[in-house]
């Protein structure tokens, strides 16, 4: 059937019809690496209803005429699509073709509600869809935190307990879990994204609970990906800088037990990282220096207050925490990056016994 042929049969059906037969036509041109500005139309125009004659450059995206109902139905139609066998590079193209970066309001906003409602009933094909997504457009990426910021909402700020689907998240879809972790650490105590922020205390308790019974979880993002001929796989980034960030900072900000637990399943997950065949990818030595920023923010805050940072308890015990994360990092040999750099980084923190320890070992 040609191009026109297929436009004009699909302008026949209702939505629901017209975006279940739009997806198996999109997957048999990727399946056949046939025309893809032709499969990138057929989204636009049957699966988000753009109206791609009247682009909104004002507001930098394509507007949709999609309404609630449609929304809906599209949804369950992609729930199916996904959940349908078939090869997971020929479903990960078309997750990418769909989402991409999640541009515009429309595709952010259902992708948010697949993916809640795919968490919610445990759906794998299309979980680990949107794993290998995140992966490619970034888990730090704007699209990657805004979703994971939407499923901390539903799943745990509107929740009065933690489901079920949430824990065994890692069982389901591990590289999603995964990732999902690198988002959220990433938006939580984390200086660079403003005031330090807390995570909500059923989400950290998730977390410990995740790494503390499957310590390969973190590193799951590093399993090879299924992707189209021809694409290129982006550099992952683990979890594990940023849950020692939080880590690190715990007891100069919030000193609950579940840090404590957590700091010890991190260093456990460090301790049983397989030595790499080639260059370690686990941590990157860029991303351990960075917590370095607010700890001497912090010793500045101490010292305007009139107190000394080395003899404050708080301050020296998350001192000894980053200094067990560089010190089994650099033991487990999985950070990569300029160490040299680090341990630059390192000595302009308040003294620390052990931090100095960890500094003149890993000098000589």
């Known amino acids: 059937m040609s191009a026109v042929e297929t436009r004009h049969a699909l302008r026949k059906m209702d939505f629901a019809t017209c975006a279940r037969e739009a997806l198996l036509r999109i997957e048999s041109i990727f399946i056949n690496r046939g025309n893809q500005d032709f499969a990138m139309d057929l989204i636009s125009e049957f699966i988000f209803l753009e109206k791609t004659k009247d682009i909104d450059a004002r507001k930098g995206y394509v507007p949709s005429a999609m309404n609630l109902v449609q929304e809906f139905q599209l949804v369950v139609a992609l729930c199916e699509f996904f959940s349908r066998p078939g090869p997971d590079a020929t479903r990960n193209a078309v997750f990418l073709s769909l989402f991409g970066a999640a541009t515009t309001p429309v595709r952010s906003d259902v992708l948010v509600k697949l993916i809640s409602t795919s968490v919610s009933a445990s759906i794998a094909p299309l979980l680990c869809a949107a794993g290998t997504w995140m992966q490619q457009v970034g888990c730090t990426s704007v699209a990657s935190t805004e979703l994971a910021q939407s499923l901390v909402k539903d799943f745990v700020i509107f929740s009065k307990k933690t489901s079920e689907q949430l824990r065994q998240l890692p069982m389901v879809a591990p590289r999603f879990a995964a990732n999902f972790m690198t988002a959220v650490a990433d938006l939580y105590m984390n200086e660079a994204k403003g005031a330090i922020v807390c995570p909500p205390d059923m989400l950290l308790d998730v977390f410990t609970e995740w790494v503390s019974e499957n310590q390969s979880l973190c ?146």
């Open 219 to 364: 590193l799951a993002s590093q399993q090879p990906l299924s992707l189209p001929t021809g694409a290129i796989a982006m550099p992952v980034v683990t979890p594990l800088a940023g849950l020692i960030r939080w880590c690190v900072l715990a007891p100069i900000i919030n000193q609950k037990g579940a840090y404590s637990k957590l700091h010890l399943a991190v260093l456990e997950t460090l301790l049983q990282i397989p030595p790499p065949n080639g260059p370690p990818t686990a941590l990157n030595a860029q991303h351990l220096a960075a917590i370095a920023v607010p700890l001497k923010n912090h010793a500045r805050k101490l010292v305007a207050d009139g107190v000394n940072p080395e003899n404050d308890e708080n301050f020296q015990a998350s001192m000894e925490r980053f200094a067990q994360a560089v010190q089994i990092s650099l033991a487990a040999k999985c950070l990569y990056g300029s160490t040299p750099q680090l341990l630059c980084t390192l000595e302009t923190l308040p003294a620390n016994s052990l931090m100095e320890i960890v500094i003149k070992a890993n000098k000589s």
